[in-house]
């Protein structure tokens, strides 16, 4: 005890966490008994494990609000982008595109047939941990995503057909996960309401208020859609800022292997939608989009109910960063080219 103290008073008040290697040399030198030595080495130790686990607190902390703040920028950014969808557009314009029987059948073979083979087939060929590959398989059969409209609207495609194959995709996943995935996955229980429940309160009902008021009061509608469109795109780029600062060290922690299966899924995806699309361009790069934007919120879901293992949610989030790096430049150079200009 009093070699430590000695210890402590030879370092200067205050300094004492940028003095350890200081420390543990005057302990070396004016210490012969190897009982002090022994026990200044372990208060210097502790010392420095205190330290680094009051590190360790605040860099969690600080990940911790930049997780908080990325949720709630993009729970702006989709209320924000269905209500402006719904001031924009009338029930009958959403659901005119869907009355093309070919079309349908298009979108529902690319997202509930085509995708799912692709993902088992990724989870074999590539060498992936068991909860890699979990997250793969959730991706492949959860389909639409609240994103899909705002992609449309940079890519300059027919915005009422990206939000009634949202819709429609959403709805049809409440369905297909709770069959599908239990066969892909066999330790996995999917209930119907929770997919359901986040398409219900954070999409559907903004879009229904939206459509409410274009149907009341077209001239309000009018006034307020810009706003909200301007709104949405301000919280999309937020958001995307804010998840990558949360989640890049991610990327590292899974490895080459997911991060290529990831790629591939999404990328493959693009591909089958757009190939199935029809021979019009607007419909055609919106069905590429819709098919390569899974249901995040479906997939989380399903993640959290029923593993415990965190990378499998970690996965799900790096394949959403690598589509938002992927997806939005496309979607931008179509619009660009659609154009001749620079995209609003």
Same mark, same amino acid.
């Given at each position: 005890?009093?070699?430590?103290?000695?210890?402590?008073?030879?370092?200067?008040?205050?300094?004492?966490?940028?003095?350890?290697?200081?420390?543990?040399?005057?302990?070396?030198?004016? /210490?012969?008994?190897?009982?002090?030595?022994?026990?200044?080495?372990?208060?210097?130790?502790?010392?420095?494990?205190?330290?680094?686990?009051?590190?360790?607190?605040?860099?969690?902390?600080?990940?911790?609000?930049?997780?908080?703040?990325?949720?709630?920028?993009? /729970?702006?950014?989709?209320?924000?982008?269905?209500?402006?969808?719904?001031?924009?557009?009338?029930?009958?314009?959403?659901?005119?595109?869907?009355?093309?029987? &070919?079309?349908?059948?298009?979108?529902?073979?690319?997202?509930?047939?085509?995708?799912?083979?692709?993902?088992?087939?990724?989870?074999?060929?590539?060498?992936?941990?068991?909860?890699?590959?979990?997250? %793969?398989?959730?991706?492949?059969? #959860?389909?639409? #995503?609240? /994103?899909?409209?705002?992609?449309?609207?940079?890519?300059?495609?027919?915005?009422?057909? #990206?939000?009634?194959?949202?819709?429609?995709?959403?709805?049809?996943?409440?369905?297909?996960?709770?069959?599908?995935?239990?066969?892909?996955?066999?330790?996995?229980?999917?209930?119907?309401?929770?997919?359901?429940?986040?398409?219900?309160?954070?999409?559907?009902?903004?879009?229904?208020?939206?459509?409410? *008021?274009?149907?009341?009061?077209? @001239?309000?509608?009018?006034?307020?859609?810009?706003?909200?469109?301007?709104?949405?795109?301000? /919280?999309?780029?937020? @958001?995307?800022?804010?998840?990558? @600062?949360?989640?890049?060290?991610?990327?590292?922690?899974?490895?080459?292997?997911? %991060?290529?299966?990831?790629?591939?899924?999404?990328?493959?995806?693009?591909?089958?939608?757009?190939?199935?699309?029809?021979?019009?361009?607007?419909?055609?790069?919106?069905? #590429?989009?819709?098919?390569?934007?899974?249901?995040?919120?479906?997939?989380?879901?399903?993640?959290?109910?029923?593993?415990?293992?965190?990378?499998?949610?970690?996965?799900?989030?790096?394949?959403?960063?690598?589509? *938002?790096?992927?997806?939005?430049?496309?979607?931008?150079?179509?619009? &660009? &080219?659609?154009?001749?200009?620079?995209?609003?």
């Amino acid at each position: 005890m009093l070699a430590s103290l000695s210890v402590q008073a030879a370092i200067p008040h205050g300094r004492r966490d940028e003095n350890s290697d200081f420390a543990a040399k005057f302990a070396k030198d004016h /210490f012969t008994s190897t009982m002090d030595y022994a026990l200044v080495s372990c208060c210097l130790q502790r010392a420095r494990w205190q330290r680094e686990s009051s590190l360790l607190k605040k860099l969690r902390s600080a990940v911790t609000t930049l997780e908080f703040a990325a949720k709630f920028a993009i /729970f702006i950014f989709v209320v924000t982008s269905m209500l402006s969808v719904g001031l924009r557009l009338s029930l009958s314009q959403i659901l005119e595109p869907l009355r093309s029987t &070919r079309l349908t059948l298009s979108a529902l073979a690319a997202n509930f047939v085509l995708v799912p083979t692709l993902a088992y087939f990724i989870t074999r060929v590539i060498a992936l941990a068991q909860r890699l590959a979990a997250g %793969i398989l959730l991706l492949g059969t #959860a389909a639409g #995503a609240p /994103f899909l409209p705002k992609l449309a609207e940079f890519a300059r495609g027919n915005l009422a057909f #990206a939000v009634g194959l949202m819709v429609l995709l959403m709805t049809v996943t409440i369905v297909y996960m709770p069959i599908v995935l239990p066969i892909l996955l066999p330790a996995a229980h999917v209930g119907a309401w929770p997919i359901a429940k986040p398409l219900v309160t954070v999409m559907l009902m903004p879009l229904s208020l939206g459509l409410l *008021v274009r149907a009341r009061k077209e @001239a309000s509608a009018s006034y307020l859609e810009p706003h909200l469109r301007r709104a949405s795109t301000t /919280f999309l780029v937020l @958001a995307i800022i804010l998840v990558l @600062a949360a989640n890049y060290h991610k990327a590292v922690r899974i490895g080459f292997n997911a %991060i290529l299966a990831g790629t591939l899924l999404l990328l493959v995806s693009l591909g089958c939608g757009f190939v199935l699309g029809g021979p019009s361009a607007d419909t055609r790069n919106v069905l #590429a989009f819709g098919t390569a934007q899974r249901d995040i919120s479906a997939a989380l879901v399903v993640a959290v109910e029923n593993f415990s293992d965190p990378d499998v949610v970690v996965m799900l989030i790096v394949v959403v960063v690598l589509g *938002v790096w992927i997806q939005i430049p496309i979607a931008v150079a179509l619009g &660009r &080219r659609a154009s001749g200009g620079t995209v609003a």
